[in-house]
């Protein structure tokens, strides 16, 4: 993910998986049309969450085997990281202060800035927790709203590489106790702030850290890959059965994440396991060229989408879009 060309992928050992780049496409489309208010996409939030495995088992794959290898550097670590995310994002952000300056009333202009603000110190989980809900009406004059999982991301990897160095030295069934434990105290915190604080629930990095974490725990554990290509088959369609049902059964009434965000998380993580040991025939059809093509833009196009709709809404006459 942060080699000569920062879009590509790499897996553990530096083998690249083009089916984790169509995993990347399943995940970035949903969203996409879930904002733009496509009805059957009523749960496409969820790609977020598909986003967040991928990318813990991606990085702790990349942390991990340097690791190893005696060849990890914290700052060549965030030196990478730098350049994957800060180009487009500021290229986002500069286009979104230009044209905000221009069709933004003084009070949006305002609200929009201290989201800016937010969004280029990736804090702006924590600027939109403090407003209001994901899924209220005020959301959708946002242009920066989805940057609130950005933010999260990398507030993980401001903690998650230090917490690997200090236990670089132990076994690796005590990493993966370690990580596994990890795991379950933050999904049962996010199954008590579901119901007690969803807001905080939604936004902040404890109630998430379950969801990166799966991706390193899957990184690290190796676990065996069925031998049979039937039963591989199976665990990958049951992974994108798991997908499907939570991007058209799930809505914004839904709580979330909680219980709710097992389906893709779950759903992502067996369509990983499934391909990384022999093929599957999902796994071989995310490998096609349109999905591979679509998840190697994935993150461009997940930071335009929203600002180019949310100012098109907000200029258009009313009625003209979808609310």
Known sequence: MTQSNPNRIEAAGGRYRPDIDGLRALAVVPVVLY???VPPFSGGFVGVDIF???????????????????????LGFYERRVRRILPALYAVMAFCTVVGAVVLFPADFVAFAKSLLAAAGFVSNFQFWSEAGYFDLGASQKPLLHTWSLAVEEQFYFVFPALLWLLRKTRERTLLAALSALLVLSFAASLWAVTKAPVSAFY???????ELLLGGVLAVGK??????TA???AVAAAGL???FWSIFALSAASSFPGFN??????GAALLIYAGSAGKTVINQSLSTRLPVFVGLISYSLYLWHLPLYVFAKYTAPMGMLHP
Do not use: C, Y
Request: charged share 10%.
């Open 35 to 37: 904002h733009f208010g």
């Open 52 to 74: 967040f495995v991928i990318s813990g088992f991606l990085i702790t794959s990349l942390i991990h085997t340097e690791m190893q290898d005696g060849r990890f550097s914290i």
């Open 204 to 210: 902040l990095l404890p109630f998430r850290f379950w």
């Open 223 to 228: 676990i065996p890959v069925p031998a049979n």
């Open 231 to 233: 039963m591989r088959n």
């Open 241 to 243: 059965g798991l997908i």
């Open 261 to 266: 965000a097992l389906p893709p998380f779950l």
